[in-house]
């Protein structure tokens, strides 16, 4: 357990480091440009606007990811806290400082968001503004002082001392070695802490010097990925034989190295190919003097080429360096698949991946297949999600509208995952929902969405449904009744809207929606907690910057009556990286909610509607503008 514990913990850990990086990659490809243009040895040496290159390198890449770092944890507080912070470390040290803004700008964000937590609901009302933006320059200026007189300085030592190991590895020919750390490394994300908070530093004082650095490849070499990716082509089964020619053009050309991790994941063996596979590329390229003279960001064939030095010697030593990585991983990766019993399931691993991530993939869409075949005849369909009281209900409601104006009979229900009947023909669900469901009721055709009330799934699934030949003659859709025991009016009240709300992050929103329906009698306490642990186990956000927050299934027990609040939050909230500016809580008790959120489900899936209730000037105009879809 504790060993586990250890393995989520740096997952966790290089996830984060990932998150503080990759939004700023268009800046370092503008530095990367600039810097193979422009320098002295640069494509097109330009003098002056070669100027740019080291204030971008020393002052806009690290206050970036310091900025961004804070936001992470604190939002926009956090992100002007985070980036003073880490003017600290950057004028205090003579070395670019991405190392230090990794380590400040996360912490200016925390910082803030302790204080805040200690003054909260303690300020009095008109001094807001004053405490706000005096506590974030106070607490911002002791960051950096501290950084420029103790962080600063550690850095630099411990980046000097990397400097003098890189050197004796070189001196001593075992520089290929660094590949035993680096290529597991990505499989944890910790790629980028990697190459952006060590390698490119000393890269960048490497090029200062002799205008190249090969450190900028150890990591960036795409060539121990496309040899696995080549080698499942070949040799693999199934899905993962299937998908790996795509695989391989997105990883290679696209340079979105993750997208190989899952083949990796299926067969833990293969790490040893993409190990020998860096360790040889690497030794080609110490022995041709290969490297770069800017950081390739992301690791794609394009960008390396694009920051070789422009002579014919280093293009040959580069392009050197990736082929010979491709064919000794492509080699050792075909003897482990070729000898080894395979049972590959590349879906599972895609989610392996995408929980060690800690988020959705960007490219798990290009792997991930459906095992099933959309059945003849449909006449169910089943929405589900954990609890079957919110994201469900309201999915199953826009898909019945659509079923209907489609002409199609064919009835549509919502239900829990663990609820799902045995005679469900095709189950949609959220994206990380969907293996639960796959294991429940494997035989069924399965639908991930991400955005329940405007996924362009529904439109796809209703064209495949016309165009099917049996549509004729299926049984009528039965339409569910509920019998409710509450007027609508007990449960979306006008004292429960709020309007003009403020939240810094989504648990506080979540946490103050659930305090409303405890104060209005509908749940217990610890459904609050539940409802935080239903967010957390997938995003309760619905997209058209709507969010459902209610409990988990097994909080069911704890809801006292039906009811709802509304929040209204017009500069939004955060859920995961979606804006969201409309919150509504729920609490669900024998379905008798189901009537209202369909209502719900239906309005908010118009934009204009979404408008229309931001800019609500009143609880009484917020309802009504709902209730309009209803009555």
């Not at 075949?373 to 999915?395: E, H, R, T, W, Y």
């Not at 809580?585 to 908010?604: F, M, N, Q, R, W």
Request: hydrophobic residues 45%; charged residues 20%.
């Amino acid at each position: 357990m504790a060993q586990s514990n250890i393995k989520v913990g740096v997952q966790k850990f290089g996830n984060f480091l990932s998150s503080m990086v990759m939004p700023n990659i268009g800046a370092f490809i503008a530095w990367g440009l600039i810097t193979a243009l422009f320098i002295e040895k640069g494509f097109f040496p330009n003098e002056e606007l070669a100027k740019l290159v080291g204030p971008m390198v020393t002052y806009l890449l690290p206050l970036l990811i310091g900025y961004t770092g804070g936001k992470l944890v604190h939002d926009q507080r956090g992100a002007v806290v985070g980036a003073i912070a880490t003017m600290g470390v950057i004028v205090g040290a003579d070395i670019p400082m991405f190392l230090g803004a990794m380590i400040v700008g996360p912490l200016g964000g925390y910082v803030i968001k302790k204080f805040d937590q200690l003054i909260d609901g303690k300020i009095k009302t008109g001094f807001e503004m004053l405490v706000n933006n005096f506590s974030a320059g106070i607490l911002g200026g002791v960051l950096a002082i501290l950084a420029f007189l103790g962080i600063s300085p550690a850095v630099d030592a411990f980046t000097q001392a990397l400097i003098v190991g890189v050197d004796w590895l070189v001196g001593a020919g075992l520089l290929p070695l660094t590949s035993i750390l680096i290529e597991p490394a990505k499989i944890l994300f910790l790629n980028n802490a990697i190459n952006h908070g060590i390698l490119s530093p000393i890269g960048a004082e490497q090029i200062r010097t002799t205008g190249q650095s090969v450190l900028l490849l150890l990591e960036a070499n795409p060539g121990p990925g496309l040899g696995v990716l080549l080698a499942y082509w070949f040799f693999g089964r199934g899905t993962a034989k299937q998908s790996a020619p795509g695989a391989a053009v997105i990883h290679f050309i696209g340079g979105i190295h993750e997208i190989y991790f899952p083949y990796v994941l299926m067969r833990p063996m293969l790490i040893i190919a993409t190990i020998l596979g860096g360790m040889s590329g690497v030794f080609t390229l110490v022995l041709l003097g290969g490297g770069l003279q800017a950081v390739a960001s992301p690791g794609s064939i394009l960008a390396i080429l694009a920051a070789t030095p422009g002579n014919a010697g280093s293009y040959i030593a580069n392009i050197a360096g990736v082929l010979v990585a491709t064919v000794v991983s492509f080699i050792v990766s075909a003897f482990i698949l070729k000898t080894g019993k395979q049972t590959e399931d590349l879906d599972e691993a895609t989610r392996k991946m995408q929980e060690m991530k800690g988020k959705k993939s960007s490219v798990a869409g290009s792997i991930v297949t459906n095992k099933a075949a959309l059945p003849q005849g449909v006449n169910k369909i089943v929405f589900a999600c954990d609890a079957g009281m919110g994201s469900s209900a309201m999915g199953a409601s826009l898909l019945r509208k659509k079923v209907k104006e489609a002409g199609l009979d064919i009835f549509v229900t919502n239900t829990a995952i663990s609820n799902i009947p045995s005679d469900a023909q095709i189950v949609i669900t959220q994206e990380k929902l969907t293996p639960r469901a796959q294991n429940k009721i494997p035989e069924a055709y399965h639908i991930s969405v991400d955005n329940f009330l405007s996924s362009p799934e529904y439109d796809k699934l209703i064209n495949k449904l016309k165009d099917d030949s049996s549509a004729e003659g299926r049984a009528p859709e039965v339409e569910e009744v509920v019998e409710s025991s509450q007027e609508d009016d007990s449960l979306l009240r006008e004292e429960n809207i709020f309007l003009n709300q403020e939240f810094n992050n989504k648990e506080e929103a979540i946490r103050f929606a659930g305090e409303v329906l405890v104060k209005g009698g509908y749940v217990e306490e610890s459904y609050i907690e539940a409802m935080i642990e239903r967010d957390n186990m997938t995003s309760t956000y619905m997209g058209n910057d709507v969010a459902i927050p209610h409990g988990t299934e097994e909080a069911k027990k704890n809801v006292l009556k039906s009811g709802f609040t509304v929040l209204q939050v017009p500069n939004g909230v955060d859920f995961d990286g979606e804006k969201v500016r409309l919150i509504f809580g729920i609490a669900g008790k024998d379905g008798t909610h189901l009537e209202i959120l369909s209502g719900i489900a239906v309005t908010c899936s118009d934009m204009d509607n979404i408008e229309k209730m931001v800019q609500a000037k009143s609880a009484k105009e917020l309802k009504a503008i709902i209730q309009g879809e209803l009555n």
